[in-house]
C-alpha cells in the first residue's frame, strides 16, 4: 500500500468497493489481466480515481477479485467443512463429506476460469499465485491440521508430517478435478466421487495406525 495512502471507510465506500470488484471480475474473465483500468471504472460506473482510492494497482485489486470469488465460492463449503472436521463420526466419512464439499464448491466454472487466468498470469505476477493459494486450498489448512492432529491424539492415525500429509489429501482428492478442467477434460460426476472415495481410503490406509 502506498505511504500516507487512506482507504475510504464507511457503508458507501464499502459499496464502491463492492461494485469495483465485481466489475474488475467480469472485465478480468472477459478480457483477461490486460484490461484497462479505465475499463473497469466505466464498468463499475466509477472514476478511476475512485479504484487508485480503494486499490494500489490492478495486481491488488486482481487479488481483491480472488479473494472475493474464493470466498464466495468457499464460504458454504468451509463452514461445512469446519462442521465435518469437528465430528466425532467415522473418520473416513468425515474425511468423504469434506473433500466433496471442496470438490463441488472448487469446480465451479468461474472458480476454474479465475484460476486458469492466475495459472496464465503468475509468471509475470507471482503474487496473484499466492493470492489464491492463501485463499482457495490453503484457507483450509489450518482447519484440516487441527482435525488430523485430533485424530493423531485419539490413537486412529499416524502421521509424522502434517504438512505433507495435507499435500497428499489434496492431491488425492481435488487435484485430478483441477488439473483435468484446466485442460478443457472435466472429470464426470461418478468417476470424481470414486476418485474422492477411494482417495480418501487410500490416505486412511496409509496412516491409520
Same mark, same amino acid.
Given at each position: 500500500?502506498?505511504?500516507? $495512502? ?28 490486460? !484490461? ?10 466509477? +472514476? ?31 463452514? *461445512? !467443512?469446519?462442521?465435518?472436521?469437528? #465430528? ?26 479465475? $484460476? !486458469?487466468?492466475?495459472? *496464465? ?20 489448512? +489450518? ?5 488430523? #492432529?485430533?485424530? =493423531? ?21 481435488? *487435484?485430478?478435478?483441477?488439473?483435468? !478442467?484446466?485442460?478443457?477434460?472435466? =472429470? ?19 496412516? #491409520?495406525?
Amino acid at each position: 500500500m502506498t505511504e500516507g $495512502r487512506r482507504t475510504p471507510t464507511g457503508e458507501r465506500a464499502e459499496r464502491k468497493r463492492a461494485a469495483i470488484i465485481d466489475a474488475a471480475r467480469q472485465v478480468f474473465l472477459q478480457h483477461g489481466f490486460e !484490461a484497462g483500468m479505465d475499463t473497469i471504472a466505466a464498468r463499475a460506473g466509477v +472514476s478511476k480515481v475512485t479504484i487508485y482510492n480503494h486499490f494500489t494497482g490492478k495486481e491488488e485489486l486482481f487479488a481483491a477479485v480472488i479473494g472475493d470469488a474464493l470466498k464466495s465460492a468457499l464460504g458454504e463449503s468451509l463452514a *461445512y !467443512a469446519e462442521e465435518c472436521l469437528r #465430528r466425532d463420526d467415522d473418520v473416513r466419512d468425515m474425511f468423504t463429506a469434506t473433500a466433496r464439499a471442496w470438490y463441488h464448491n472448487m469446480t465451479r466454472p468461474e472458480v476454474l476460469r479465475l $484460476r !486458469a487466468l492466475v495459472t *496464465y498470469e503468475q509468471r509475470r505476477f507471482p503474487e496473484l499465485g499466492r493470492a489464491w493459494q492463501e485463499s482457495g486450498p490453503g484457507h483450509f489448512n +489450518s482447519l484440516f491440521a487441527a482435525a488430523l #492432529r485430533r485424530q =493423531i491424539d485419539q490413537g486412529v492415525l499416524t502421521i509424522p508430517d502434517i504438512d505433507l500429509a495435507i499435500i497428499q489429501f489434496y492431491s488425492l482428492t481435488l *487435484y485430478p478435478h483441477l488439473v483435468h !478442467a484446466t485442460y478443457g477434460t472435466p =472429470i464426470d460426476e461418478k468417476t470424481a466421487d470414486h476418485l474422492i472415495t477411494s482417495g480418501v481410503a487410500m490416505f486412511l490406509d496409509h496412516y #491409520r495406525a
